[in-house]
């Protein structure tokens, strides 16, 4: 990726400075949100799918707990090449393909009829959504140094609570109206409406995105030579942890995939699990579960907001990281704990929500901090590899061990501990290298 390194001498202004990210915020971010919001609603939505495709084809819980959990396996496969690919070709035409792709499959997940198809489909979707995280991830450390990275990569992964917001009760109504249209049930049209988005953006990144600083004609030149020589002095300081290979043997990326496999085990056990565990608190309407699922993940949003300002205020990255993971898993445990009782179940998925999300959200501001250039495009795809094996293995899990004990709870109980888990490895992590 070319970057603009001329040396220039910056002056004090720090309103300068504050303007142009701004200007680079409002232009990147809001675009980028959206594109996140359709990946992470085709991503999910066979959360809601379930109430409805479970019954009209004959699905057992470890069935659907496979298919929703096989998705990872091709994301995580494809995950790393994705982007090295993505780091070499530029952003916009590659970022493109992720979402036009997805966008067909998750389509096509529609016309699925048995487990063979609905494991291929899944297995298909995540193959082709892979890098579409590390390579937005990464495309924002050419943008923002990290000193300001927290709050806009809180501002892009909003997107996950706010593809609830809006996608839980879309989905609710689109079950509760669309079921028998033109011969196709709700859970059918609910994959074939929400894929439209992801052929829009996917289309609009193609016109709107620019690969690089430099590439830029929104920036005047002054204005690209001061965000350029911030990042490549940014660069500079990172330890010489640049090339492909550091990505693979520096333990400390190690450190950080097993921790985000912790603390995304709980983001997916409530993404997939939430609208079921509504149900299974005497809720039957889709609608009603939709609007429902809404509520943890408005407190989420203000929740990874507020936090992840307050991290890049204080410079302080790992606590803001690791009280919302043990936040999480005390949600976790109350939602275990609350034995049919709808609103208990929904502070038990508030808390649990809030906590994933910031914690997530927090998380992705650490392997930029030591890594760059071909290590960091590597590093954090293996990082998000790593954690995202969680999305296998909580969903098969739970699924299977609802199957086995007819309940939630004890696998509830399992990823909150995960969780903490999650927590105290991120406190590994030396202050000091991360701390920016």
């Not at 070499?88 to 035409?93: E, H, I």
Request: contains cysteine.
């Amino acid at each position: 990726m070319s970057q603009i390194t001329t040396p220039i001498r910056l002056g004090s202004d720090i309103s300068a400075q504050d303007a142009v990210f701004r200007k680079i915020a409002l232009r990147l971010v809001p675009f980028l949100f959206l594109c996140y919001l359709a990946a992470y609603l085709d991503r999910v939505n066979v959360g809601f799918a379930k109430l409805q495709m479970q019954k009209e084809l004959g699905f057992s819980e470890t069935v659907y707990g496979f298919g929703a959990g096989i998705f990872f396996l091709g994301y995580v496969l494809f995950e790393v090449p994705s982007n090295i690919i993505l780091h070499k070709v530029g952003a916009r035409l590659w970022l493109a393909r992720v979402m036009l792709t997805w966008a067909i499959i998750s389509a096509a997940t529609a016309f699925v009829s048995t487990p063979t198809a609905f494991y291929t489909m899944r297995f298909l979707l995540g193959v082709a959504e892979a890098g579409f995280i590390p390579g937005v991830l990464l495309y924002l450390t050419y943008w923002f140094p990290a000193s300001r990275r927290g709050r806009i990569t809180a501002l892009f992964l909003t997107a996950i609570p706010m593809a609830s917001i809006f996608g839980g009760p879309l989905s609710g109504w689109v079950l509760s109206v669309a079921s028998g249209a033109y011969g196709f049930s709700g859970w059918q049209w609910l994959f074939l409406i929400e894929a439209i988005p992801s052929i829009f953006f996917g289309a609009a990144i193609l016109f709107y995105l620019d690969n690089s600083v430099e590439d830029a004609k929104w920036l005047d030149p002054s204005e690209k030579r001061t965000v350029a020589t911030i990042i490549a002095g940014e660069q500079e300081e990172k330890e010489g942890l640049s090339e492909l290979r550091h990505a693979f043997t520096t333990g400390r990326v190690w450190l950080l995939g097993a921790a985000y496999f912790c603390i995304a085990s709980g983001i997916y056990i409530v993404s997939f699990w939430i609208p079921t565990i509504i149900k299974q608190t005497g809720v039957s309407d889709p609608l009603t579960i939709g609007l429902l699922t809404a509520i943890p993940y408005l407190v989420a949003v203000a929740s990874m907001i507020t936090v992840c300002a307050h991290a890049d205020r204080a410079k302080e990255r790992r606590w803001h990281t690791a009280i919302p993971a043990v936040i999480c898993a005390l949600g976790l445990a109350i939602t275990a704990a609350s034995t049919g009782n709808t609103l208990l179940a929904l502070i038990g998925l508030t808390l649990a929500a809030a906590g994933a999300s910031t914690s997530q959200a927090s998380f992705w501001t650490l392997p930029a901090s030591f890594l760059g250039g071909a290590a960091a495009a590597a590093g954090i795809a293996l990082v998000n590899s790593l954690g995202n094996m969680a999305g296998f293995a909580s969903t098969y899990v739970v699924g299977w061990m609802a199957d086995l004990t007819h309940s939630n709870v004890a696998s509830l109980y399992l990823f909150g501990g995960l969780v903490a888990l999650g927590a105290i490895l991120v406190l590994m992590i030396p202050a000091s290298l991360v701390n920016k």
